[in-house]
């Protein structure tokens, strides 16, 4: 499986983004599909989790409400879409992929096997 995500840039806080995630090579239905961001001199986070069988998603507290996570099947991509944009979303973003990953379990890197690599994305004014 290959991951590639793009749609990263410079945008101004409270501005929007939509990152991409395309997937190649071998799929499965039981994948789940995450978003993590690792921050300059900080460990990398969970950002946001969709399965693709049932569509079940996750999101971490700091952007419930604020990002949303949808697939396009067809198309084998899925999407994160940033809205109100802060500061401290400043990262690069990577998406992953692991095998039928829920609840807790979603939420962490080490259970996914396949990355892609990240896109930057910068929040300033």
């Known amino acids: 499986v290959q991951l590639q995500a793009f749609g990263g840039g410079l945008v101004q806080p409270w501005g929007f983004l939509r990152l991409s995630c395309s997937t190649s090579?071998?799929?499965?239905?039981?994948?789940?599909m995450g978003w993590f961001r690792q921050a300059p001199g900080k460990e990398r986070e969970f950002v946001g989790a969709?399965?693709?069988?049932?569509?079940?998603?996750y999101y971490a507290d700091s952007v419930k409400g604020r990002f949303t996570i949808t697939r396009d099947n067809a198309k084998n991509t899925v999407y994160l879409q940033m809205n109100s944009l802060k500061p401290e979303d400043t990262a690069v973003y990577f998406c992953?992929?692991?095998?039928?990953?829920?609840?807790?379990?979603?939420?962490?890197?080490?259970?996914?096997?396949?990355w892609g690599q990240g896109t930057l994305v910068t929040v300033s004014s």
């Open positions: 992953a992929a692991g095998t039928n990953l829920r609840s807790a379990i979603a939420t962490m890197s080490r259970f996914y096997q396949y």
């Open positions: 090579g071998r799929t499965f239905s039981s994948a789940t």
């Open positions: 969709i399965r693709w069988s049932d569509g079940g998603i």
